[in-house]
């Protein structure tokens, strides 16, 4: 679409809201390009009126493309094609087809794009001249896609529908069924039986009235739903879901309008079964994962609690202090499991893991007093989310880092800074303590930091460094973008 927008934008005269018109419809027209057998090439009046070039392209998958080559961003001179020009010129469609012959298309035929009562583009229809066998099937998909491109140039496709996945709507081939005006099969092809038989049907399609037989087949009790309702009596454009216990089919409607007026529709389907079946699986996976990462949760909590307990019992100083440290790493790996219960997925917002292990090393904070009073505690930066692999191991990582400086620095505040490179992700803890002792080397380091180091350079594959500030100690981790 940003080749239709950068053409459209820098060589005609279209205003935005015909661009936007011109843009819906080639998100739409490769069901066109199916059901005409034929390549669709939008061609857009140059701002000079020297002739038209080609904005968009669709290659159709039912049958084989007949314009082998590119023609977006070709230029096509006035007078070179006269179908485009007269189309242009007219507003009307220029279909030379052979007499004897009236179903088949013409080797170029031209449909004028019509918005607010003026030809605004052309779609260039260009059928294989190879000849070929067409049988009842072929006959549908034509006279189909005669009365779609009737509807392009009375502006009345493509129809407004913001509803379904896109990823999911189903394809001309997937099975199409052509109703009356009165909701009636008239034909359906043989995709298009078999997708509904997986519903239970066990009647002929043709001659049935659609919208009766979809009541039948859910399988629902009460009244059926509306937009299902409407969507299968052809009377609104729209992607619903028809399931019932047995399969499920996604049905896409288009109504088929001439001079105003509805004279039919056209539903596709696409046997989505086993899609949704392992959508369903997946969804039921994640609820587990999550109840996991719960329960994992509450049990770290209730370590901690014990190990908070235990240590207000112990005689000595040393005591409270180890099974304190201890209750903040427990701690801090439960905030990981406690922001993974919460996600639909296995990341996690880091920034406010951070931000709850600050709290956590906040309120044992008073246990080590600053020397100027009270200590400060703030992060910078931000690192967004990160997969659970990673952010429990950084978790633990920030955890020790701020712990120590706040118990052996002393420090008036701490600073945690999350910095994103291109390289990968940099942890700086900065504190104004008291500062490394004279001489320090990681073969010094106490429990805490012998931690850090081994869950930087082992689970992490990074590298931790440490060095005086002025005042204090900054602490730097770098994460390569490998392991990120």
């Known amino acids: 679409m940003g080749t239709l927008a950068r053409i459209v934008g820098e060589r005609t005269d279209l205003t935005s809201a015909e661009a936007d018109h011109l843009a819906r419809l080639v998100e739409e027209w490769s069901t066109i390009a199916d059901l005409a057998l034929s390549d669709l090439v939008l061609w857009v009046p140059t701002w000079n009126e020297a002739g038209h070039v080609a904005a968009a392209h669709v290659r159709p998958t039912t049958a084989p493309t007949a314009v082998p080559d590119d023609l977006v961003g070709s230029f096509m001179p006035r007078g070179r094609r006269p179908e485009l020009d007269q189309a242009a010129v007219y507003g009307k469609p220029v279909v030379p087809r052979d007499p004897g012959r009236p179903g088949a298309p013409a080797a170029l035929e031209a449909y004028p794009v019509v918005w607010a009562g003026r030809p605004i583009g052309i779609v260039g229809r260009y059928a294989s001249v190879a000849p070929r066998v067409v049988g009842h099937l072929e006959e549908v998909y034509l006279e189909s896609a005669d009365d779609l491109l009737g509807m392009v140039v009375a502006g009345a496709f493509p129809v407004t529908d913001g509803d379904g996945d896109p990823r999911q709507a189903p394809r001309v081939g997937d099975g199409m069924l052509r109703l009356t005006a009165a909701g009636e099969v008239e034909y359906a092809s043989p995709n298009a039986t078999t997708a509904i038989r997986r519903l239970g049907l066990a009647r002929d399609l043709v001659g049935a009235r659609f919208a009766d037989l979809v009541a039948r087949l859910v399988h629902r009790p009460g009244p059926v739903d509306t937009a299902l309702a409407s969507v299968a009596a052809g009377r609104t454009a729209g992607s619903v879901d028809l399931e019932n216990g047995t399969a499920t089919v996604i049905l896409q409607g288009i109504p088929l309008m001439?001079?105003?007026?509805?004279?039919?529709?056209?539903?596709?389907?696409?046997?989505?079964?086993?899609?949704?079946?392992?959508?369903?699986?997946?969804?039921?996976?994640?609820?587990?994962?999550?109840?996991?990462?719960?329960?994992?949760?509450?049990?770290?909590?209730?370590?901690?609690?014990?190990?908070?307990?235990?240590?207000?019992?112990?005689?000595?100083?040393?005591?409270?202090?180890?099974?304190?440290?201890?209750?903040?790493?427990?701690?801090?790996?439960?905030?990981?499991?406690?922001?993974?219960?919460?996600?639909?997925?296995?990341?996690?917002?880091?920034?406010?893991?951070?931000?709850?292990?600050?709290?956590?090393?906040?309120?044992?904070?008073?246990?080590?007093?600053?020397?100027?009073?009270?200590?400060?505690?703030?992060?910078?930066?931000?690192?967004?989310?990160?997969?659970?692999?990673?952010?429990?191991?950084?978790?633990?990582?920030?955890?020790?880092?701020?712990?120590?400086?706040?118990?052996h620095g002393r420090p008036s505040e701490v600073e945690v800074r999350l910095e994103q490179q291109p390289d990968g992700l940099v942890l700086a803890v900065r504190d104004d303590g008291r500062g490394l002792p004279e001489g320090f080397t990681w073969d010094d380091a106490g429990l805490g930091l012998s931690i850090v180091q081994s869950l930087v350079s082992g689970d992490l594959h990074g590298e931790c460094s440490a060095e005086g500030a002025d005042p204090g100690t900054a602490v730097t981790v770098r994460i390569p973008l490998a392991t990120r």
């Open 258 to 407: 001439r001079e105003g007026a509805r004279v039919g529709a056209l539903l596709f389907c696409r046997d989505v079964t086993d899609l949704r079946r392992r959508e369903r699986a997946l969804v039921s996976k994640d609820a587990t994962i999550r109840e996991i990462h719960h329960r994992v949760k509450n049990n770290l909590q209730t370590v901690a609690a014990m190990l908070r307990l235990q240590g207000r019992r112990a005689a000595s100083h040393e005591t409270r202090q180890a099974l304190s440290e201890a209750e903040l790493r427990v701690a801090a790996i439960a905030t990981v499991h406690e922001s993974l219960s919460g996600m639909t997925g296995e990341a996690v917002d880091f920034d406010g893991i951070v931000d709850r292990i600050i709290s956590l090393v906040r309120d044992l904070a008073p246990a080590y007093p600053a020397e100027s009073g009270s200590v400060r505690i703030v992060r910078a930066g931000s690192w967004g989310e990160l997969s659970s692999d990673l952010a429990t191991p950084l978790a633990m990582v920030v955890s020790e880092l701020v712990h120590n400086a706040v118990e």
